[in-house]
């Protein structure tokens, strides 16, 4: 796996972020996250894992079942058995600006808990109070580290597809070290709002249905 500087400089500049070695090949697949996680997918690459343990995650939506909030979106985070990638590497670091770092899934997570704070603190019983202060404190370490893009081939795995609704590949298998093909981490300042994330799916939905070839039109679905 490259170590790749990350160079704010490329950014607006066609979605491509990596060196041309790597953009060149249309069957990688670019996912960002916190670098909280490095370690281990440096040592045992993606998992089909949780970032908090199922257990915490299933107490957080009892609790939430308890007083009648909605813990809909955090169940079916527990149920979720992929790992989303996106063919633009520019995208890829669109998805760890402040406001979604660290996923969709704690996104949910972090507004169910804040939910029963503000509207049921004065309810909360000490065991349920600290449990829920434990998770978010957990929450906080996983966005405090710098973001990091891993760059993967795709085409190395076996249980994979190309949404056309999401425009993006979902990997519904744990993904080995030898699919690892690059590591960006995002050590320096990033101007998000100059990131057009409608102009790059508009792109790819374009791509996906024109005459050219392209590696995610072979596993569409």
């Not at 990688?28 to 894992?49: P, V």
């Not at 760890?96 to 939910?115: A, D, K």
């Not at 994979?160 to 093909?181: C, D, M």
Request: negative net charge; contains cysteine.
């Amino acid at each position: 796996m490259q170590l790749i500087t990350f160079d704010p400089a490329l950014i607006g500049t066609g979605g491509r972020i990596f060196p041309p070695t790597i953009e060149s090949v249309d069957s990688i697949g670019y996912h960002g996250t916190s670098s909280y996680y490095s370690s281990d997918i440096d040592k045992n690459g993606f998992l089909l894992t949780k970032p908090l343990p199922p257990a915490d995650l299933k107490r957080l939506v009892s609790i939430a079942d308890k007083y009648r909030e909605d813990g809909g979106d955090v169940r079916d985070f527990i149920n979720l058995k992929s790992i989303s990638f996106t063919p633009v590497s520019e995208l890829a670091l669109f998805y760890v600006r402040p406001e979604s770092f660290g996923g969709q899934g704690l996104l949910h997570v972090t507004r169910l808990i804040e939910q029963l704070f503000q509207r049921y603190a004065d309810q909360l019983t000490a065991d349920e109070t600290a449990h829920l202060t434990a998770m978010r404190g957990c929450m906080e370490l996983i966005r405090q580290a710098q973001p990091v893009i891993y760059g993967v081939d795709i085409k190395l795995l076996q249980r994979k597809n190309f949404g056309r609704v999401t425009l993006a590949y979902h990997v519904y298998e744990a993904i080995p070290t030898s699919a690892l093909v690059a590591k960006m981490v995002i050590d320096q300042p990033v101007d998000y709002a100059t990131i057009d994330e409608k102009e790059h799916k508009q792109a790819l939905r374009t791509s996906l249905y024109s005459a050219g070839h392209h590696y995610f039109k072979e596993i569409a679905s």
